[in-house]
């Protein structure tokens, strides 16, 4: 079985920061097989599509964010734990998403949503004014 959980969301004002967290398990995520896949980070509005956030190949070497983002958030992870994260600072309102991890059995950084393979939940995040 195969489990990406996020978590980490929240209720915050604008300007202020969160950190989101997605584990992966499940014997398709073995600690060496983890380190194989690219993940990545989406978001979805009330009324909008899907879109990309972040995303980050399978060494942490490599990374690639949405302009609306761009040096506001930052996507790391750890193989050890088998986790990524999403550090989100000067959040603002329009941040407001259900936010959405993904893996990609691919290693190199991966902006497009229908090359994933496995999704998690999401976690809501909700930045007031």
């Known amino acids: 079985q195969v489990q990406l959980v996020e978590s980490g969301g929240g209720l915050v004002q604008a300007g202020n920061s969160l950190r989101l967290s997605c584990a992966a398990s499940?014997?398709?995520?073995?600690?060496?097989?983890?380190?194989?896949?690219?993940m990545g980070w989406f978001r979805q509005a009330p009324g909008k599509e899907r879109e990309f956030v972040a995303a980050i190949n399978y060494s942490g070497g490599s990374t690639n964010y949405a302009d609306s983002v761009k040096g506001r958030f930052t996507i790391s992870r750890d193989n050890a734990k088998n986790t990524v994260y999403l550090q989100m600072n000067s959040l603002k309102p329009e941040d407001t998403a259900v936010y959405y991890c993904?893996?990609?059995?691919?290693?190199?950084?991966?902006?497009?949503?229908?090359?994933?393979?496995?999704w998690g939940q999401g976690t809501q995040v909700t930045v007031s004014s």
């Open positions: 499940g014997r398709t995520f073995s600690s060496y097989a983890f380190s194989s896949y690219a």
């Open positions: 993904a893996a990609d059995r691919g290693l190199r950084v991966v902006r497009n949503q229908r090359e994933y393979d496995y």
